[in-house]
Nanobody
Framework: QVQLVESGGRLVQAGDSLRLSCAAS????????MGWFRQAPGKERDFVAA????????NYANDVKGRFTISRDNAKRTVDLQMNSLKPEDTAVYYC?????????????????WGQGTQVTVSS
């Protein structure tokens, strides 16, 4: 089992930056690919970004590419999401997730563990 705890979500202004962090505990972290998804009210859970178990491969949703950066620290068992140039449409609950494979995926059904989420609200 893997437990994931997100932090860092809050209310910000459009154009601001925000950094989300996810701390993992439980089974080995190194063998897990990690991801971030988000869900706005009344919408499906959407892929945001993911990083391979070794950190050498990342991928992003088109609407965050160039603004968001995912990173991980395997020694600290954390994965972060740096979000720049935030827009009101980035408002959502952000979820940290892990899958028991080395490679990333953008389908939420491919992930095995989920955190409780952290709320990000971007006001205009």
């Amino acid at each position: 089992q893997v437990q994931l705890v997100e932090s860092g979500g809050r209310l910000v202004q459009a154009g601001d930056s925000l950094r989300l962090s996810c701390a993992a505990s439980g089974r080995t972290f190194v063998g897990l690919a990690m991801g971030w998804f988000r869900q706005a009210p009344g919408k499906e859970r959407d892929f945001v970004a993911a990083i391979s178990s070794g950190g050498g491969s990342t991928n992003y949703a088109n609407d965050v590419k160039g603004r968001f950066t995912i990173s991980r620290d395997n020694a600290k068992r954390t994965v972060d999401l740096q979000m720049n140039s935030l827009k009101p449409e980035d408002t959502a609950v952000y979820y940290c997730t892990a899958r028991r494979f080395y490679t990333t995926r953008s389908d939420p059904g491919e992930y095995d563990y989920w955190g409780q989420g952290t709320q990000v609200t971007v006001s205009s």
